[in-house]
């Protein structure tokens, strides 16, 4: 631990905070110590959500929204509103957006904003927000901002509106479309760039186009890209917004090849360029992330074990990372490291790679994680067993990426649930990227998952469980010293019998005799008269259908095919009454 303390020392503070059902706490990095905070005696929180730079931090307890400074531990302002679940901050922390479940009441009637903008330096105590409008679901709720804050846009039903310098009173400009299905603000200063999706309306096809900032016809898009069937559209933008990745899905595969629906992958970028990214194996996109330094990008794809491939911007493949159980991609964000690892329903394998020579760091299993963010410093990072996902022995570790732990903190009983980890990014620069060094032998065997042990022996040596049997001699059970332990179950005694009864069988039918002569005579006699009745009960069968024509009545064509085969039938009898 003393070397990873030596990396962070000299560093901007650093820490990490926790909400759980004992309300939110504030923790120092490395040492894991809970530090006093102005926020941590907020017991009843139902969100937190913490500006990109860790300066705000905004806490939703069910009756307000209250916005704290972290950095100089105090309250910022509160927000009026009850039972708001999602907040979030604009790029430059000057408004805050808030989004409640929107419902019809007395207290809320019908088309009243669950969608609202908020200033930070409106006053300690707000009642009315600076501007609000309905959004039913929590998809492309929150408005998009550049990084600047000079445009900012919203999706309508059938158009973008787009709000200049903060200014809310007006709509500065318009993208109107007969449905509009989301849209993209790509980071970067001037010029801007915007991508809107178009949902399939009527049959037709679905589209993205990626359009220059204040060019909004039909006719300037940058980019155009369109696809059949596909019911979701996001993109991901690289750091520069220069390239975008549509990951375009359908929640249905109609060639049943997959339980999970279909993912294509489209590349767009501002020069116009419009390609699908290959994939060389079937199955389902679990992930897509940009390097966040570099042109470059990581898929991983395909039934598991799935496939990890690295691509440029040419999307040619330039590294693989081979098949196994990964869901996720995980960037430090000095964009050196990359984990590639499985969480949720996946066992917690973890790989880590360095990214400039593409090599393996190390290999290991984080059991139960549901939770994972790189620390500032680039080099450790935070796992959680958190609730609803587990609810029993909910934990938070610290890791280095050799799989060393570097602290371990479980909450003191399963009445007691921890919800939520973040770290506090309160550096305004990133440090410098962490030099990769590689897991030691002794590291690589710490980091191996030891084998199960009953919770009651352990702490003791394995023999102390072996002893409590009977019969144990040296710490080894002897099965043939105790008579009641040999005494066959009534499962094998069934299935002993039945073992028995298939071996007289089989000595039966091997103490047949040989066939005679006259018994095979008998046999063919018996097959010969067996065709000849159900030959005749094909005539009787087409006499009635002759009948039937007699009176009048009009058969289908298969019942005169019938009828037109009497005479073959016959010959055969004559002759195999021969």
Not at 77 to 99: E, G, I, K, Q
Not at 354 to 367: G, I
Not at 491 to 516: G, S
Not at 546 to 551: C, H, L, R
Request: charged share 25%; proline share 6%; hydrophobic share 35%.
């Amino acid at each position: 631990k003393q070397w990873y303390q030596r990396r962070v020392r000299g560093m901007a503070e650093q820490y990490f905070m926790t909400r759980g059902s004992e309300g939110l706490k504030k923790y120092s990095y490395p040492d894991c110590k809970i530090v006093e905070s102005v926020f941590d005696t907020t017991k009843r929180c139902s969100g937190v959500c913490m500006s990109k730079n860790g300066k705000y931090i905004a806490v939703c307890n069910g009756a307000e929204t209250i916005i704290f400074d972290i950095a100089e531990n105090k309250k910022v302002t509160t927000l009026a509103r009850p039972r708001t679940m999602l907040t979030t901050f604009s790029p430059l922390n000057t408004h805050v957006v808030t989004w409640r479940q929107y419902i019809v009441s007395e207290e809320f009637p019908e088309n009243t904003p669950n969608v609202e903008i908020w200033r930070l330096d409106d006053g300690p105590q707000q009642e009315k927000p600076v501007y609000g409008f309905v959004k039913r679901g929590q998809s492309q709720w929150e408005p998009q901002w550049s990084e600047d804050e000079v445009t900012c846009a919203r999706a309508c039903n059938a158009e973008v509106q787009f709000f200049e310098n903060n200014d809310f009173s007006k709509v500065a400009k318009r993208i109107q479309r007969d449905k509009v299905g989301g849209v993209f603000m790509a980071p970067g200063k001037e010029p801007y760039h915007v991508a809107l999706y178009v949902p399939s309306i009527k049959g037709a096809h679905a589209f993205v186009q990626l359009y220059l900032y204040g060019s909004f016809e039909k006719t300037a898009a940058v980019a155009h890209r369109s696809f059949m069937k596909v019911d979701n559209v996001n993109i991901k933008f690289n750091k520069t917004g220069k390239y975008g990745i549509i990951i375009a899905s359908n929640d249905v595969d109609k060639s049943g090849s997959s339980y999970y629906g279909q993912t294509l992958l489209y590349f767009i970028s501002i020069r116009g360029e419009s390609n699908q990214i290959v994939l060389k194996k079937n199955g389902p996109v679990y992930s897509v992330e940009w390097n966040p330094v570099r042109d470059e990008f990581i898929v991983l794809y395909g039934f598991m074990p799935c496939k990890g491939t690295l691509f440029n911007v040419k999307c040619d493949p330039i590294h693989e990372f081979g098949e196994n159980h990964y869901n996720e991609i995980l960037f430090n964000p000095q964009g050196n490291m990359v984990g590639l690892c499985g969480f949720g329903n996946l066992r917690g394998k973890m790989k880590f790679y360095d990214m400039d020579n593409k090599k393996l760091l190390s290999d290991f299993v984080a059991a139960d994680t549901t939770y994972f963010e790189w620390a500032p410093s680039g080099d450790a990072f935070i796992t959680g067993t958190l609730s609803p996902r587990l609810r029993q022995d909910n934990e938070f570790k610290l890791w280095d990426v050799c799989g060393k732990i570097l602290h371990h903190s479980r909450v003191a009983s399963d009445d007691i649930q921890l919800w939520q980890l973040k770290w506090i990014n309160s550096a305004t620069l990133l440090p410098p990227p962490p030099v990769p060094r590689p897991a030691t032998s002794k590291e690589i065997a710490a980091a191996k998952p030891q084998a199960y042990r009953p919770p009651g022996s352990r702490g003791g040596p394995a023999a102390a469980t072996r002893s409590l049997l009977p019969n144990v001699s040296d710490g080894v059970y002897k099965p043939g010293s105790d008579s009641s332990r040999n005494q066959p179950s009534k499962q094998a005694m069934k299935n002993q019998r039945k073992r028995e009864n298939r071996a007289k069988q089989t000595e039966e039918a091997n103490a047949k005799p040989e066939p005679t002569m006259q018994d095979l005579q008998s046999t063919i006699v018996d097959e010969r008269e067996k065709k000849i009745r159900n030959l005749k009960k094909k005539l009787n069968q087409i006499e009635k259908l002759k009948n039937q024509v007699a009176e009048g009545k009009t058969l289908e064509k298969n019942q005169m095919d019938k009828i037109a085969t009497e005479n073959d039938l016959i010959e055969e009898i004559k002759r195999l009454e021969l």
